[in-house]
């Protein structure tokens, strides 16, 4: 009878480990996958070549509302394919011109230069116009009305990037599904992560189903080597500058600068908006380079087993997106820094560190990273990119040598979670005011 429980117990025990792999391999599928441009701008975009297509004709004048969050994350940024098009303007014109919605959010993808110079014609003749949505809780939100003579067409994008809630056509609504928007900030716990769970899965996970995560850091350092190239004139050119001969004279080439200087690379040319796919993470291209070359270059570097160089990308993907979870989908934390809280332990990992010592690494990342705010995307995320990988770099060196912030210091709690947690609630819930100042700041630049 003895042996019948106990062995009942064991099947219980197994089968529940597997479920928690299967369900946080699916996460990690959801989260961590190739994409060309920012989400921001392509939401914009796909919104807008929705209203188009209800309208049924080329829009003579396009008027979008947009929330405070997608406005900052899309001004910035640079459209691949475009000519060296920027942010919204250029994405609603290409968007309402161009885009082929049967390509979803890669709907810029096949542009041509033809396009581009009716889309800067259009932006040029102020056919559109951006303001800030006032009438939603959403902070993922876009809602577009195109106009053609006495004809309108109104779509309306809510809570994720190709979500669409509301279709009207003159005064025909054709869908409606507002009601279903939240009323409060997204919080999305889908998998009940914790950096326990996250180091038990890294580790014990088949090496087979996380491959494709070696595969995404492979495609990031292939982008990032784009920079390197003679002629080659990328964002601020950090990545490019830190492997030049003076930098070397300055800091050497050991594995710490080649780290900054890959992850630095490769945002350089993402943030250009060149039309190369990388491994996001969360949604977000910065994110996707903080996680995983940090720690692949560090690999190579150390001449790590591929194996080993697979479970710390795990480890280190599966911080960033549980750290997004509590968090949200955006918020006014600079995400890059947050993000390279997961490199911190990656590395950690590769170093030999223990479960324990990963613990550390967390708590000094957050320690040092705890503050820096978020001013949209842009070239020069790759500033912050850089103090983010070599502060995570600097956590980790600690940790190994088992020097970690005490609870005594700030949000720091002895529980490692529970420091996480501290950190997400205050970008989730404290500097919503300063997220709203920071909007203004840029919006007063005159570019709207």
């Known amino acids: 009878m003895f042996r019948f429980r106990y062995s009942v117990i064991i099947f219980v025990y197994i089968m529940l480990s597997r479920y928690d792999i299967q369900n946080?391999?699916?996460?990690?599928h959801k989260e961590v996958v190739p994409a060309i441009g920012g989400n921001e701008t392509r939401m914009v975009a796909l919104a807008c070549a929705k209203a188009r297509e209800v309208l049924g004709m080329e829009p003579e004048v396009v008027k979008t509302k947009l929330?405070?969050?997608?406005?900052?994350?899309?001004m910035g940024v640079g459209i691949p394919e475009s000519g060296g098009m920027v942010g919204i303007p250029a994405a609603i014109a290409l968007g309402s011109l161009a885009g082929k919605l049967e390509l979803g959010l890669e709907l810029l993808k096949d542009i041509t230069p033809d396009d581009c110079a009716r889309a800067k014609q259009f932006v040029a003749d102020k056919r559109w116009s951006v303001v800030t949505a006032r009438n939603t809780f959403e902070l993922v939100y876009a809602e577009v009305k195109a106009i053609a003579g006495n004809h309108q067409a109104k779509v309306i994008l809510a809570k994720d990037y190709?979500?669409?809630?509301?279709i009207k056509h003159d005064d025909e609504v054709l869908l409606d599904l507002r009601c279903t928007l939240?009323?409060?900030?997204?919080?999305?716990?889908e998998s009940d992560l914790s950096i326990a769970r996250i180091y038990e899965f890294s580790t014990k996970c088949p090496l087979d189903s996380l491959h494709f995560l070696l595969e995404g850091a492979r495609m990031n350092k292939k982008v990032a080597e784009m920079a390197y190239a003679d002629d080659a004139d990328y964002g601020l050119n950090l990545g490019k500058m830190l492997k030049g001969d003076f930098e070397s004279r300055m800091v050497g080439q050991n594995a710490?600068?080649?780290?900054?200087?890959?992850t630095c690379a490769a945002s350089d040319v993402r943030m250009s908006g060149v039309s190369v796919p990388l491994s996001t993470n969360s949604g977000s291209g910065n994110q996707g380079i903080a996680v995983s070359l940090p720690v692949l270059i560090f690999a190579e570097e150390t001449l790590c087993t591929e194996a080993k160089t697979i479970r710390a990308l795990a480890i280190s993907n599966l911080v960033n997106i549980y750290i997004r979870q509590l968090l949200g989908k955006l918020s006014a934390h600079c995400c890059c820094v947050l993000a390279a809280t997961g490199a911190a332990c990656g590395i950690t990992y590769l170093m030999g560190g223990s479960y324990e010592q990963i613990t550390y690494?967390?708590?000094?990342?957050?320690?040092?990273?705890?503050?820096?705010?978020?001013?949209?995307?842009?070239?020069?995320?790759?500033?912050?990119l850089s103090s983010a990988v070599s502060s995570a770099f600097q956590s980790a060196m600690m940790a190994m040598e088992n020097i970690h912030v005490a609870s005594t210091d700030g949000i720091i709690d002895d529980d490692v979670d529970r420091s996480i947690d501290n950190l997400a609630s205050i970008g989730r819930d404290a500097m919503l005011e300063v997220d709203n100042l920071v909007l203004n700041i840029m919006t007063d630049k005159h570019f709207f």
């Open 24 to 28: 946080i391999l699916k996460l990690l």
């Open 67 to 74: 929330s405070s969050h997608i406005i900052k994350y899309a």
């Open 162 to 166: 190709a979500n669409v809630v509301y």
């Open 182 to 189: 939240a009323t409060g900030h997204d919080r999305n716990h």
């Open 256 to 262: 710490m600068p080649r780290v900054v200087s890959y």
């Open 361 to 384: 690494a967390v708590k000094n990342q957050i320690a040092g990273a705890m503050g820096m705010v978020c001013d949209g995307c842009k070239p020069s995320c790759v500033l912050k």
